[in-house]
C-alpha cells in the first residue's frame, strides 16, 4: 500500500495520541496499585471473579485497564501502519 504523507503525517498524530492516552492510563494503574497494594493482574482476576468489592475505584481501575489494552492495540496497528 502506497501511503501518502499527508496520511503518515495523520498517522503519526494519532500514534502519539494513543501514546498519550497509554501513558495517562498506565500512570493511573499504577496509583490504582499503590493505593489497594494489589497488582493490576491479580486485581482484574479477583474483580472478575466477584471476589471483590464493589467501591466506585474498582470499576474506574476496571475501566482504565480495559481501556488501556485498547489503546496499546490501536497504537501497535497505527506502528505497523506507518512503518
Do not use: P
Given at each position: 500500500m ?6 503518515k ?7 502519539i ?67
Amino acid at each position: 500500500m502506497n501511503i501518502t504523507n499527508e496520511l503518515k503525517f495523520s498517522l503519526k498524530r494519532e500514534y502519539i495520541l494513543c501514546s498519550n492516552a497509554a501513558a495517562f492510563y498506565k500512570k493511573a494503574l499504577k496509583k490504582f496499585e499503590q493505593k489497594y497494594h494489589l497488582s493490576t493482574q491479580t486485581f482484574l482476576k479477583r474483580f472478575e471473579a466477584g471476589q471483590i468489592g464493589d467501591e466506585a475505584d474498582y470499576f474506574d481501575w476496571y475501566a482504565f485497564a480495559k481501556l488501556l489494552v485498547q489503546w496499546q492495540k490501536t497504537q501497535s496497528a497505527l506502528r505497523s501502519a506507518v512503518q
